[in-house]
T-cell receptor, first 114, second 114 residues
Framework: SQQGEEDPQALSIQEGENATMNCSYKTSINNLQWYRQNSGRGLVHLILIRSNEREKHSGRLRVTLDTSKKSSSLLITASRAADTASYFC??????????????FGTGTLLAVQP | GAGVSQSPSNKVTEKGKDVELRCDPISGHTALYWYRQSLGQGLEFLIYFQGNSAPDKSGLPSDRFSAERTGGSVSTLTIQRTQQEDSAVYLC????????????FGPGTRLTVL
């Protein structure tokens, strides 16, 4: 399977704390994205980092990428109860005739306690 | 504007029956994707449509699965002779054009095969 892996599988923190999730992938990539999913339904795009970037910020989100280790991390600072959701990393590889499909990681279930 | 819509939101069927799942992408989006999310397999790519190009069917798990996209807009995913292992949430996503990185997801159809 091409699917990446995320750890931890589940994370429980208190409001105001930071949450860090890690993603490892198997193939070459041209970008890596993070998506959020509430209640097992539709996914919402959070942030994208390209293969030639090492760090990216968006609001309370910080993403890092280490292509030599085929890994990425998502940091959510000052977490809120509303951040409770599942978080997935997803990679794309569009060269060699491959299409722009997303290869997802296994996901991290984040619970933020009020 | 309107997002990606999917119908039905829930579908319960008996083993051996055929089912059709519908996806209405965001107006003007030329790329359309189907994914499946199940407990055992996580989030996996099924099929991809881009304009008038031949679809990428590389993710379809068996020949019981097929999909079409009419007029470059609405897509239907058909599962023939459903099996219990087909039970999953089927997610549709669209994006403005090929190679556009972010994908916009619908709320999904939860399929239960009894």
């Amino acid at each position: 399977s091409q699917q990446g892996e995320e750890d931890p599988q589940a994370l429980s923190i208190q409001e105001g704390e930071n949450a860090t999730m890690n993603c490892s992938y198997k193939t070459s990539i041209n970008n890596l994205q993070w998506y959020r999913q509430n209640s097992g339904r539709g996914l919402v795009h959070l942030i994208l980092i390209r293969s030639n970037e090492r760090e990216k910020h968006s609001g309370r989100l910080r993403v890092t990428l280490d292509t030599s280790k085929k890994s990425s991390s998502l940091l959510i600072t000052a977490s809120r109860a509303a951040d409770t959701a599942s978080y997935f990393c997803a990679t794309t590889w569009v060269y060699g005739g491959a299409t722009n499909k997303l290869i997802f990681g296994t996901g991290t279930l984040l619970a933020v306690q009020p | 504007g309107a997002g990606v819509s999917q119908s039905p939101s829930n579908k319960v069927t008996e083993k051996g029956k055929d089912v059709e799942l519908r996806c209405d992408p965001i107006s003007g989006h030329t790329a359309l994707y189907w994914y499946r999310q199940s407990l055992g397999q996580g989030l996996e790519f099924l099929i991809y449509f881009q304009g008038n190009s031949a679809p990428d069917k590389s993710g379809l798990p068996s020949d019981r699965f097929s999909a079409e996209r009419t007029g470059g807009s609405v897509s239907t995913l058909t599962i023939q002779r459903t099996q219990q292992e087909d039970s999953a949430v089927y997610l549709c996503a669209s994006s403005p054009r090929d190679w556009y990185n972010e994908q916009f997801f619908g709320p999904g159809t939860r399929l239960t095969v009894l």
